[in-house]
């Protein structure tokens, strides 16, 4: 019986493309002079101290913004990136620049697994700070009520086995009961070493039945067996 399901972001319940193509865009943009006009607000020089932490040396700012430009440039998943991102984010969505993308069928179902009592998490590479401001700024409103926690990269790697352990340690929930939902075979697989049942979100190709994951095209069709 599933009593609670995690899901990823990025091609699951959002599209790849609003990561992509708006959210990681602006970040780029405005990182130097956020960074330049933050750098003395405790919880941004703590971030900039992770920076010199994460490459083994001490950095001037200018050098700091350049190593995390050449991050964002290589796609790295590196927390201290990752929450200046959230950062720069937040201001973004407060001002109006753009909404969070949640698919249509993704948002509708989250409301219905939660008035069936279902618990909701979400985990993501992107911050537990980014991951809030998405959902709490849709076209369909806030959706964060519907959720009862968040993980992001400090639980652990998405595709590390470990996470998945971690995860269901702090739900209190056997990992058996737990749904894991994402558009990544590798931390599907993850998930699935730990226990925790697993759907294939294939929004962009047909499901392939032989798959090792099920996989679906949208929210609507995810299902599970009853108790």
Partial sequence: MIKAIVTDIEGTTSSILFVKDVLFPYARANLADYVQRHANDPQ????LEDVCTEVGEQLSTGQIIDQLIQWIDEDKKVTPLKS??????EAGYRQGDFKGHVYSDAAEKLKA???QGLDLYVYS?????AQKLLFGHTEYGDLTPLFSGYFDTHIGGKKDRASYD???VQLGIPANQVLFLSDIKEELDAAKAAGFQTIWLTRDSAPDPQAEHRQVNSFEQISWAKA
């Fill in 44 to 47: 941004v020089r703590a971030l």
């Fill in 84 to 89: 200046l991102q959230g950062l720069i984010w």
């Fill in 113 to 115: 697994w939660k008035s």
């Fill in 125 to 129: 590479s992107g911050s537990v700070h």
């Fill in 166 to 168: 971690n995860i269901a």
